[in-house]
């Protein structure tokens, strides 16, 4: 029994003395392989690209439609029933042209009739009455009267006459019916809108311009248009106006725009239009991502013998991923695309895909090329 008791507190020491040796010898070392005593952490790795001289250009991008400036709402001078509708949407009109007439032309014409024949009995009066009174048998104030008679008639005539030609709806100018609002019988209130015509040589395409760039459009910058009328057809144009204010509820200004070359438009047209707002020709540029913002300004990474050079830069034109420096770079220059976010000046780094470090005497290092931003590469 002695014996068994002693085997079985052998064993629980034994088991004991195994944990003892797995808990405190068993955790792994603390310092990770990279930092094992003799091994150097590589310099960052960044990607470059040469800065290069191009044109750059910021465009707008806006909608617009075509259409008229030059428009006639024709209503009509009085109440009555529309008679004579001589013409429909699309006929070509000429100036003083009769259109359609307000059916109470009769009611006028008789009136006119009568009023001439009052005239004519006013101006009888009068030439009896002056001769009379230059005889003095008559005192001079029957002249008055007789005068004053006469010029009521007169202008009552006249009035009649004007009414008259009021009732004869006649196109203003030339142009092209747009829309009769009205059909042979219809009664009319005053002042009801009875067609609509236009000028087609003041088709004109309009857009507004956001508030935002509103200051910086001008009369005569160069827009491309597209028409949808005319797929995959680009038609050059100008900005011909400019409005002298904002739309109080959109915040827009509205612009209107001629094209360089005729074409056949129609109002309601759709236009998709291209607004060249400043441009600038053989400029340094970068890509917008080699940018990087400090507290103290902008600066661009520069790749100069195996190290990150910071430079200070002005810049200009931004459009297409691409922004224009003005100071700070020069064509040519090796500038950091990738891996310039926690960059500091004079920090060594290698080129991506170069696991040696740009030293400047790697010789085996290849030059940068140039490639298009976004697109993954390497850099050499």
Do not use: C
């Amino acid at each position: 029994m002695k014996k068994r008791i002693f085997l079985f507190t052998i064993l629980i020491i034994g088991t004991l003395a195994v944990a003892g040796i797995v808990f405190f010898h068993g955790v792994p070392s603390e310092k990770s392989e990279t930092e094992q005593p003799g091994k150097q952490k590589q310099p960052p790795q960044v990607r470059v690209i040469p800065a290069t001289k191009s044109s750059i250009s910021k465009t707008l991008e806006l909608t617009g439609s075509v259409e008229p400036y030059r428009v006639a709402l024709l209503a009509s001078p009085a109440e009555g029933p529309v008679v004579d509708v001589r013409v429909r949407e699309a006929d070509r009109v000429t100036t003083g042209e009769s259109l359609l007439s307000i059916g109470r032309k009769k009611a006028i014409d008789a009136l006119i009739v009568s009023l001439r024949e009052e005239l004519k009995k006013e101006e009888d009066n009068l030439s009896r009455t002056r001769q009379l009174v230059e005889s003095q048998a008559l005192p001079g104030e029957q002249l008055d009267q007789a005068r004053a008679a006469y010029e009521k008639v007169r202008a009552l005539l006249i009035k009649a006459e004007e009414t008259a030609l009021d009732y004869i709806i006649k196109a203003p100018w030339a142009g092209v019916v747009s829309h009769v609002k009205v059909k042979e019988g219809e009664f009319v209130a005053p002042r009801a809108v009875l067609l609509e015509m236009y000028d087609p040589a003041s088709l004109v395409i309009r857009a507004s311009i956001p508030e935002k760039h509103a200051a910086e459009v001008v009369a005569g910058m160069r827009v491309d248009v597209g028409l949808d009328a005319y797929p995959d057809k680009v038609i050059p144009g100008r900005i011909e106006r400019v409005y002298p204010y904002l739309d109080s509820r959109l915040r827009t200004r509205t612009v209107e725009i001629a094209l360089d070359k005729s074409v056949n438009l129609l109002p309601g047209m759709f236009a998709r239009l291209t607004l060249s707002l400043v441009s600038a020709e053989e400029v340094v540029i970068v890509p917008l991502e080699a940018l990087v913002s400090t507290p103290k300004g902008q600066v661009v990474f520069v790749f100069e013998e195996g190290k990150a050079t910071a430079r200070m830069v002005k810049t200009g034109i931004e459009a297409d991923n691409r922004i224009e420096i003005i100071s700070g770079i020069q064509s040519g220059d090796k500038v950091i695309l990738a891996g310039n976010e926690k960059l500091k000046n004079g920090a060594e780094v290698r080129l991506a895909g170069n696991g040696k470090s740009g030293n400047g005497k790697n010789k085996t290092m290849a030059e940068p090329t140039a490639e298009r931003p976004g697109k993954s590469g390497d850099g050499q």
